[in-house]
């Protein structure tokens, strides 16, 4: 990874450039004092690291003393468990929303020795069913109690995962939680989540 980028506007967080192949990735880093882990964000499809969800759940978890990544996804094409690679000693827990955390927990199958927690919101984690029944990270399940559709295969894929997890079903909410308190509530809970298991 390289070193911040100097001319990133005032008041926001530090852009990196992460190398992928031959080409690099811009990210937002931001580490807090007294940091114990790093959070890496994965986006859902049309969404990238300037999403205003995720920039709130991020803004929660520094307020936990936990870095946050927030880095657009590969393309499909592209291999993100093999390409990816971040030279830090900071204990690593992903969050994934919608299409982005079935990436989260596909990555976290494949690299259960280096990241030690995951949360999905919203996750569409029927695209990661291949990864499931070997997935011993501690998972948390985040979702909508009216995210239709969703909600259901939230449940069938907390039955698969054999390691520690958890079903929190958001009430009122939708997929994108724009529900008054719904956002606030999965941010919460992903800084709990994330303080328990990466090491607090």
Do not use: C
Not at 2 to 31: C, K, M, T, W, Y
Not at 101 to 110: D, F, Q, V
């Amino acid at each position: 990874m390289s070193p911040p980028i100097p001319n990133s506007p005032a008041g926001s967080p530090p852009l990196v450039r992460i190398p992928v192949g031959e080409v690099q990735l811009d990210a937002e880093l931001d580490v807090p004092p007294g940091a114990h882990g790093l959070v890496i964000f994965a986006h859902g499809t049309g969404s990238g690291r300037l999403s205003p969800r995720n920039s709130a759940v991020a803004q929660r978890l520094r307020t936990h003393a936990l870095a946050t990544l927030l880095v657009d996804l590969l393309t499909a094409e592209e291999d993100i468990d093999r390409e990816k690679r971040f030279d830090i000693q900071l204990l690593i827990g992903y969050f994934g929303a919608s299409t982005g955390a079935a990436a989260a927990l596909n990555a976290a199958a494949n690299r259960q020795k280096t990241v030690r927690a995951v949360v999905s919101r919203g996750g569409r984690v029927d695209l990661a069913k291949e990864s499931l029944a070997s997935l011993k990270t501690p998972t948390l399940f985040a979702v909508g109690q009216n995210d239709f559709g969703v909600l259901e295969v939230n449940e069938e894929a907390f039955l698969e995962v054999p390691g520690t997890k958890e079903l929190a079903i958001i009430p009122h909410a939708t997929h994108l939680f724009e529900e008054p308190g719904t956002l606030d509530r999965v941010a919460q809970l992903a800084a709990e989540w994330f303080n328990e298991y990466l090491g607090v």
